[in-house]
């Protein structure tokens, strides 16, 4: 079970619908989830509040949602089967994102706050989200990883947007010079 992080390419591909939920889909989930949970053992301070399939080099418009954000020691999560976003709305806010693919790196990325999400649940049942605040953080956050698209690429040019966790836990700011301009792990096809 392995968690990729940049530059590995397969982040960067689009993944393809599932349509049939068979049990090779639902053992993909549980593959998801449980990455998820054992890498929040491994990092005290940070909640593991989704992931996308092809984190886990699975390319399938699949993805897991902690069902709460709040409570590490509430562990279940929602999969979204071929999550499609029909709109956007609301306004452009900035918040802190993470990404288990981005080891130790938080980025403050603009996203609209609200999200209207079609998808399917794991039994087939088709749903509709009408999201607000930071869900819908999470969830384009996530689909955006079923087309190849990384929250540091909102954030590429924005000297003030980046920031690591110390090691008390604490979220402060990184050097853009140093770490972030040409950092060929994170933007691999710069010159
Ligand atoms: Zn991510």
Redesign the pocket.
């Known amino acids: 079970m392995k968690i990729l992080v940049t530059p590995d390419p397969k982040l960067r591909e689009k993944s393809k619908k599932v349509n049939k939920i068979t049990p090779e889909i639902r053992e993909i989930v549980d593959t998801m989830i449980k990455a998820n949970l054992e890498w929040e053992k491994e990092h005290p301070y940070e909640l593991s509040a989704?992931?996308?399939a092809p984190?886990m080099g699975f390319m399938k418009r699949i993805i897991v949602i902690r069902d709460d954000m709040d409570n590490k020691e509430n562990t279940s999560y929602t999969a979204l089967i071929d999550p499609e976003v029909i709109k956007t709305e609301g306004r452009i806010e900035k918040d802190y994102?993470?990404?288990?693919?981005?080891p130790t790196i938080y980025g403050l990325v603009p996203r609209p706050d609200k999200a209207r999400i079609k998808a399917k649940l794991i039994d087939g049942t088709e749903v509709r989200i009408k999201s607000k605040g930071p869900l819908t953080r999470t969830l384009l956050?996530?689909i955006?990883?079923l087309e190849g698209v990384?929250?540091i690429d909102y954030i590429k040019d924005d000297k003030d947007a980046w920031f690591e966790l110390d090691k008390k836990g604490d979220i402060v700011k990184i050097d853009y010079e140093k770490r972030i301009k040409n950092n060929k792990e994170l933007f691999p096809d710069e010159d």
């Open positions: 989704a992931m996308a984190q994102e993470g990404c288990l693919s981005v956050h996530e955006d990883h990384l929250f």
